[in-house]
Structures are given as C-alpha cells and as structure tokens.
C-alpha cells in the first residue's frame, strides 16, 4: 500500500474510532516516537494501523445495519474498556462485564433499572457511561502515577494539573513504556 494510501486510512481510523487530537497524536507517539504522519515511513505507517487495529478499527466495509446502529460513543467506550485491560486495570475485561459495568451506571441514573448491555444505550444515559468510564480510568492512572512518583502532566498555560482525558492516557503510557524497561 502506498504512504498517501496509508495515512488516508490512518486518519479514516481515526474518525471511526472517534479518537481526538489528543489520543491520536497519543497512539502515534506510542507505536513511533513521532506525534505526524508526514514524519513517517511506509513501515511505521503500517505499525499505526495495526496499532489502530488492535484499538477496534475494522478496514472492512460494515453493513448498512450495521453502520446504522453502532455509535460513536459506544466504540469509544470499548475503546477505553480495551485500555484499562491492557493497563491491568480490570479484572474481566468481557463485554459481559463491560455490559453489567453498563447496567450499574444506567441503575444510578435511571432510579433502579438499568440498561442491560451497552448496545441498547442511547443519547444522555450513553453519554453518562462514557463519562464515567472515563473518570474511572483516569483514578486508576492517576494512582498508579502517584504510586510510582510520578506528577500528573500540568496544563502549560495555567499550571494546573490536567484534567483531560487523552493527555492523562498519554503521560500514562509515556510512564509505562518506562516501568517496562
């Protein structure tokens, strides 16, 4: 495949996958050293998307029923559900468990009955399980930063420790490759 052919569907995966600037330039850094595709060669290229791949991207065409019932939001929550497994921060990484996981926030929200499995979740309820997944995995990578003495990434304008999802996953990663060696 060509280097033009290859960013073009780099940055296909990066909309499919709803992955903003930040986690983008995050997983780029990760698989290269590099946070551009212009930087890159065919080889590293490749090495991104399978990268993606692993991340839930799918070069295939969908069916029509399917591209009309899968949102956004719910791969990026299987996105995230992906990482913390991999960070070690589940015990089940299933989608059954990603499904009750579902269910106990949507319980929370909805007074007592919850959605059963992730597929069903619409609008705010989604939105709600999204942004909890979220703030889960960021305690999670704030205490074991902590844990390792590591300080949380500061916004360069403010001071302020950083509160932002894709910049806390990316000094997270950043620190891991580095307890690895």
């Excluded at 595709?37 to 399978?50: A, D, F, G, H, I």
């Excluded at 069903?120 to 902590?146: D, P, T």
Aim: proline share 2%; aromatic share 6%.
């Amino acid at each position: 495949m060509s280097r033009a052919s290859l960013i073009t569907l780099i940055h296909v995966a990066k909309n499919k996958l709803q992955l903003d600037d930040d986690t983008y330039r995050s997983v780029l850094q990760n698989a290269t050293g590099e946070t551009s595709c212009r930087k890159l060669t065919v080889s590293q290229l490749e090495k991104v998307l399978k990268t993606l791949e692993e991340k839930g991207f799918n070069r295939q065409k969908r069916s029509k029923r399917r591209q009309n019932t899968a949102l956004p939001e719910s791969d990026k929550i299987r996105m995230i559900w992906r990482n913390m497994a991999e960070h070690d921060f589940l015990v089940d990484a299933s989608e059954a468990a990603l499904d009750h996981f579902a269910e106990r926030i949507t319980r929370l929200k909805n007074g007592g009955e919850g959605v059963a499995t992730l597929s069903w979740l619409r609008g705010e309820k989604l939105l709600s399980v999204l942004e909890s997944l979220k703030q889960w995995h960021i305690r999670e990578m704030k205490s074991s930063l902590a844990a390792h003495g590591i300080m949380m990434p500061v916004n360069p304008r403010t001071g302020a420790e950083s509160r932002d999802y894709g910049t806390i996953l990316s000094a997270y990663n950043d620190a891991a490759k580095r307890w690895a060696k």
